[in-house]
């Protein structure tokens, strides 16, 4: 069991703590959008589903070896973990800040106004960048391999388990197993947001003379440093999980204990046991005849989908809704994570030992838990306006830019952060020069953002402990804010005056809590309804149609809405001419809407299917089981969702 929890720990630390927290960052570094991030994140459940048939029908055999294959699959997902940090060792270093200068060029007689991609333009640096858009494949690769490699742990490592000990104490045994694998991600998000405090070049730059802090949009952490650790820490794991025998001392004799509570339409003893590959298509077509067992696959699939979508993209919605940095987005998550996943799938496992639940009893306890975590996906409505950003989501304020040929003005009435554009000119900047592709975002003493010093109209640099910027046209002397403001700006983020966020994470974690609280009891219910020499292959076809169903297309789905509440894209320019890269400012509104609508949704459709679930479930007729035998199958109790538990 131990070095099983560590496994699932470690399944959990990569693909849904470390990539999860990362995913914000690799967009930035490598100019991805959200949808190519999403496609990344479904690789894992891709792979999963081509491998799951043949790893759980010749891993359940009779005679395989399932400890030796969960091992292979632990240094397999090494070998994805060093994949995916392959791209930071195969580009040229990141350089936060593109250009020597990014203030305004107003005395430049050669300066040539708003340059994108030209070779006049006055960031030389600028006239050939670098295209990465190819690494999103070597990470798409790196999940393959994840996928791949975890696909046995979730499967045969659960039925190794279940094998290996008593019906009384399956649940608690493999609740501490899910338990393990909620912590997982727990730790990798806030061991990978602390990671992101590090400069991703800090081996070869002091991030000291940056003139920013990891506040700052253009900061990139050492996103890569984890998965490095991670590959070294599977290859060392798998080396005590080969030294495990095919079934411990003891377990044939617990088999021969266990009664079974499976799905039985005509009362009668039905069990087969299919062994061979000619007989796989009768397997198969015993379990689809089973309605209990194919809603609550449904029922694990809309779940899946809810908590794939929000695993990946979680902490992006929170470090934009709340405009604070990656590094406290991932804090928070693995703050929600550890009590409300962890403690949510282990008490979902004690209750059903404590409550000596039958399997109709179970699915009910599931329906009733999902039906409240429903309730609470209104969290996902509580909605920051936009922060101000000039020419975005407010318009520029009175200002004036003093030239050698005159004066310009622009002038508008107060702070309209309902202003949605793209408008980045203005008066105030109209001669400075600035570049598109210079985006160095900095932090008004107006409080509000501008996309570079130079479209802030800054025109003086100086360095403290970061960038500060005077004499800046764009920022007005006189606001609604202070009367005795100095027009000058910092290499930070604005700070928000939202205060929902304590609101947010309160209530997101009752839905976490209930939505865990469901896990352990649901592939309880789903093994139990099935014989138990199916129950290994059952495991696989559900984990098939609930990544077919759910976990792979989730990402792709969350992904492409997110980007479609995009309001500024960056600019790309390389040999091929300009492009977009990744997305710089959300709607705040419509990136909640559309989060709660996904939820919403997913919700409803998983209490549709357990309550079919509940309707069609026939109980077997044995007069025999009463008594103590009727205390021994009320205390066997399986496994959760893997999909769901794995997908957070």
Known sequence: LFWLCCGGAMQGLIVNGFINVVI???????????????????????????????????????????????????????????????????????????????????????????????????????????????????????????????????????????????KKMSSVYLGIYYTMAIIGPAVGYVLGGQLLLIYTEFMTVDASELGFTSSSKVWIGAWWIGFVFAAVACILLSIPIFGYPPSLPGAEQLQQQKVSEAYNADGKNTEQSFTKIKELPYALISLLKNP?????????????????????????????????????????????????????????????????????????????????????????????????????????????????????????????FSYLGTELKSACNMECGCSKLNYEPICGADGILYYSPCFAGCQAEYMSNIKTYSNCSCIEKTTSFNANLVPEATNTMCESTCQYLPYFVGLCFVLMLFTFLSTMPALSATLRCVHDDQRSFALGIQWIKVRLLGTIPAPMIFGTLIDDTCILWQETCDQDGGGVGACLIYDNNNMSRYMWLLALVGKTLSVTFFFGALWFYIPPKQSTINGENAQAVNNSADITTVATVEAE
Request: hydrophobic share 45%; proline share 3%.
């Open 292 to 416: 209990t067992f194919s809603f609550l696959n449904l029922a694990g699939a809309t779940e899946g989908l809810v908590i794939a979508g929000f695993a990946a993209f979680l902490p992006k919605q929170i470090e934009n809704q709340f405009s604070i940095s990656p590094v406290w987005s991932a804090l928070l998550m693995g703050l929600i994570t550890v009590p409300a996943g962890g403690g949510g799938t282990f008490l979902g496992g004690y209750l059903i030992k404590k409550w000596n639940l039958n399997c109709a009893q179970i699915i009910k306890m599931c329906l009733i838990m999902t039906l409240i975590s429903a309730c609470f996906t209104s969290c996902f409505l509580l909605s920051c306006p936009n922060l101000g950003f000039a020419g975005v989501t407010a318009k520029y304020q009175a200002t004036k830019l003093k030239t050698g040929i005159g004066e310009l003005t622009n002038q508008t009435d107060g702070i309209e």
């Open 24 to 166: 914000t960052t690799i967009e930035r570094r490598f100019g991805l959008r959200s949808r190519q991030t999403g496609l990344v994140a479904s690789g894992y459940d891709i792979a999963s589903f081509v491998c799951l048939v043949p790893v759980t029908y010749f891993g359940g055999r009779v005679g395989a070896s399932k400890p030796k294959i969960v091992a292979w699959g632990v240094i397999l997902m090494g070998i994805g973990s060093l994949t995916f940090a392959l791209p930071h060792f195969l580009v040229s270093s990141y350089r936060a800040t593109m250009s020597e200068s990014n203030v305004c060029q107003s005395g430049d007689a050669n300066v040539t106004t708003y340059e994108s991609c030209s070779h006049n333009s006055h960031s030389d640096s600028f006239v050939e960048q670098e295209n990465l858009s190819w690494t999103v494949w070597l990470f798409f690769l790196a999940q393959l391999l994840h996928g791949a490699g975890a696909s046995p742990l979730f499967t045969l490592g659960v039925t190794y388990i279940d094998e290996n000990v008593s």
